[in-house]
């Protein structure tokens, strides 16, 4: 369930993430809360919570007072411009030093990224 | 944030040997805390002493505030199962049953019987004949049906079977956001349990040798790994935990976290660095040769208070 | 106060424990009995018979039996008992000062009991066929206030005897009841020595009273060596 790559509550909060911008959780929707998500994947609920807050202050999502974590209008916006943040530095980084190490010129590259994108479709 | 549970200095030694060793330590309220090591590191010893089971030779020790040993008011309200535990000749499961809640004022039948349930301890066997999973699960309904403000479970997975295991993790989460309490859990299995804590306290030959929040774990130490030469050359002067080495490569365990300098020069010879998971820190710090002119890790104190967990 | 109530229920928890089976060792003593009487009677002894009476009120049978057991209960009540006490969180002055109240109430129980049934022995003209079990010598002939007493008095010596034994083991293992035996007899040696002398004058002043007084003493004394053992004592 877990890896040992980042901080479990990191891990909690990417997972959070994948489901907004999958729409899985739609905005203005209830989330499970800490104490759920703690159960659910059998981890500890102060951490759980951590997970759970690096969205809310991200303004991804929002509490209602006695009901519990509701999906902010606007958040899978906001992931989504965070994911593209952090695309250069997950994905093209790591790409384009694998790259170099297989001597791959850019040219080459735009043709092998045209080729798959269109096995993709 | 209060500590449920303070120990300042605590020494004990037996006869000419020393369990524990200059031992300080502090449990958050409200923590779930791993208390993890070799066998014979001082866990056992260390629960004892909480659960006024045992004293010190010297030090100071504190639970919810007081010293425990033969305190009524601060013993009942901890409860410590211990790896092994014995029962009066001729009990049965429901002999403890009966007389538990009398010294557990928070216990709670309904937890009790999902446990039993849930393990299927048997009803009419003697408890000397269990077998050691079922002994185990005595030992878990015990300490979580009691649901006192200071759990104390020691080795609590011995002989349980996976869906067993994963029941107890299960109960143990939801009972504690029913009921926070504080727990100190003492395991081997630390990858199965290492996402329930938010503290870990590693232990060796009676020494702390970290007590951290579970998510600056990472920043303990580091794995370097290569070719023998190449290791060798980056672990020079470092503080190596542990070694692991076959013909021409090498793989070490190094305490702190690796500067700028080392990072480039390992990049240049091709070597890996990585982040300690928790399980190599435990062999880590449980590999070495004593060096007792070595201060104990010095330990990143909890930030800011828990949300929505008191006991 | 609570403690100490909790330690009582502990010991109880095992409820045929402490009131089944006294019973059934009293009827196994008592079914003894009657067998000795009857092979008495197939010898020609006649039943009713001053020399049946005088034979059968000397037979101590009964109280050696119960003597043994209790002295058994009293060692498990601490050695089996004590450390399942602590891990359930109790205090050792709670535990010592609860198996203590919990040694009375079994006395009281097996006193009461065993004058019951020698009332219903004298009642029955000993069981409708001069078979003698509880009206006997040892128990105060008749006398059910002596009864009481001694049998009071008697299940709370064996009891913390047999406790303060535990105490020594659960302490320092097998050693500690060896040390007491030897303690015990040392100190009965030496008694008899100081008392050898004056042996006349003793059994001639002799009162059952001082039994009485002896038996207090042993009590007090086992219970406070108890104390003393488990004090400081540690499970492992």
């Known amino acids: 369930m877990f890896t040992a790559d980042s901080p479990i509550f990191q891990q909690l909060a990417a997972k959070i993430t994948d489901d907004i911008v999958s729409g899985t959780y739609p905005e203005e929707s209830a989330v499970p809360s800490a104490t759920d998500f703690a159960v659910f994947y059998q981890m500890n609920p102060a951490t759980a919570s951590k997970g759970v807050n690096v969205l809310v202050d991200l303004g991804a999502l929002y509490k209602k007072r006695g009901i519990g974590m509701f999906v902010a209008t606007g958040a899978r916006d906001l992931l989504l411009a965070r994911r593209r943040d952090e695309f250069r530095e997950q994905y093209l980084q790591p790409f384009l030093r694998e790259a170099q190490v297989l001597h791959l010129s850019i040219d080459e590259l735009h043709r092998m990224i045209d080729e798959t994108k269109e096995d993709l479709t | 944030m209060t500590n449920a549970i303070e120990l300042h200095n605590i020494t004990r030694t037996f006869g000419r040997s020393t369990a524990l060793d200059g031992v300080t330590v502090s449990i958050p309220d409200g923590s779930i805390c791993g208390l993890l090591g070799r066998n014979g590191a ?42 092994n535990q014995r029962y009066p000749d001729n009990y049965r499961l429901h002999h403890v049953l009966r007389i538990a809640p009398d010294f557990a004022p928070n216990w709670n039948a309904d937890v009790a019987n999902e446990l039993v349930d849930g393990f299927r301890i048997p009803a009419r066997t003697p408890i000397k004949k269990f077998s050691r999973g079922q002994l185990s699960s005595v030992a878990i309904v015990l300490g979580l049906a009691s649901r006192a403000p200071v759990t104390l479970l020691d080795e609590p997975y011995l002989g ?21 309490r504080t727990v100190l859990l003492s395991t081997h299995l630390i990858e199965e349990s290492e996402a329930l804590f938010d503290r870990v306290v590693i232990v060796d030959q009676g020494r702390i040798r970290a007590d951290v929040a579970s998510d600056a774990t990472g920043e303990l130490a580091f794995t370097l790994s290569g070719t023998t030469d190449a290791v060798d050359e980056l672990s020079a002067n470092q503080p190596v935990l542990r070694v692991h080495a076959v013909t021409g490569l090498k793989s070490v365990t190094i305490e702190g976290q690796a500067d700028d300098a080392l990072l480039e020069r390992a990049e240049q010879l091709g070597a890996r660095v990585g982040v300690a998971s928790l399980p190599d820190l ?14 104990t890790t010095p330990s990143i104190s909890q930030p800011a208070a828990q949300k929505g967990v008191r006991a | 106060m609570k403690a100490i109530a909790s ?9 045929e424990y402490t009131f089944v089976v006294p019973l059934s060792i009293t009827g196994m003593v008592a079914a003894i009995s009657v067998l000795i009487s009857l092979i008495f009677m197939r010898s020609g002894s006649v039943p009713g018979s001053a020399e049946w009476i005088y034979g059968s009120q000397a037979n101590p049978g009964i109280l050696y039996a119960l003597a043994g057991f209790l002295v058994y209960m009293g060692v498990a009540s601490v050695a089996t008992t004590f450390p399942f006490a602590l891990s359930l969180g109790a205090t050792r002055r709670a535990f010592v000062a609860g198996t203590l109240v919990w040694y009375a109430i079994t006395a009281a129980y097996i006193a009461v009991i065993l004058a019951v049934l020698a009332a219903i022995e ?29 049998v009071f008095l008697g299940v709370l010596s064996a009891l913390t005897i047999g406790g303060v034994f535990g105490a020594a083991w659960i302490r320092f293992a097998a050693r500690g009841p060896q040390l007491i035996a030897v303690g ?5 040696a030496i ?20 039994l009485a007084v002896a038996a207090g003493v042993v009590i007090v004394l086992a219970a406070t060596g108890s104390w003393l053992l488990l004090r400081p004592a540690i499970v492992r």
């Open chain 2, 160 to 180: 349980l079977d996976i869906t067993a295991r994963a029941m107890f993790h299960d109960v143990l989460l939801r009972d504690y956001s029913e009921r926070p």
């Open chain 3, 184 to 188: 015990v007899v040392l100190t009965l």
């Open chain 2, 282 to 295: 435990v062999v880590a710090f449980g590999a070495g040769t004593p060096d007792s002119s070595r201060p």
């Open chain 3, 191 to 210: 008694l008899t020595i100081v008392i050898v002398p004056e042996a006349a004058a003793v059994f001639a002043a002799f009162r059952l009273w001082w």
């Open chain 3, 7 to 15: 330690t009582v229920k502990l010991h109880l928890n095992l409820r």
């Open chain 3, 122 to 150: 004298v009642a029955t003209g000993h069981w409708f066929a001069g078979f003698y079990i509880f009206d006997v010598n040892v128990l105060g002939a008749g006398d059910t206030g002596r009864l009481l007493t001694i």
């Open chain 2, 42 to 83: 001082g866990k056992t010893t260390i629960m004892s002493i909480i659960a006024g089971q045992d004293r010190p030779t010297s030090g100071r020790v504190e639970v919810l505030g007081e010293r425990p040993f033969e305190n009524e008011a601060v013993l009942s309200r901890i409860s410590f199962v211990r790896d």
